[in-house]
């Protein structure tokens, strides 16, 4: 597992988590709360890609960063 993936496992698991915690009744999540693990996870990537920093002309250490988190979108998309 690359890094990448190891941070959309990562992020996935923590959404996962905290909806898994605030069901204390129920040991298995449904499929619907999962997809919103996963949705949450997307949407803190999808805020650091929209972030002001990368709508500047980009340098090459920008295009970078932009395609590490695109990347990790796409992880966590895959989950």
């Known amino acids: 597992m690359d890094a990448i993936e190891q941070k959309a496992r990562e992020l996935y698991g923590f959404f996962y988590v905290i909806i898994q915690k605030a069901d204390k009744y129920s040991y298995l999540l449904s499929d ?42 796409e992880k966590i998309q895959s989950l």
């Open 32 to 73: 619907e709360e999962k997809e919103f693990s996963k949705q949450a996870a997307i949407k803190c990537v999808d805020e650091i890609l929209n972030l002001s920093y990368f709508t500047h002309e980009p340098t090459e250490d920008d295009i970078l960063y932009r395609n590490h988190f695109q990347h990790l979108k």
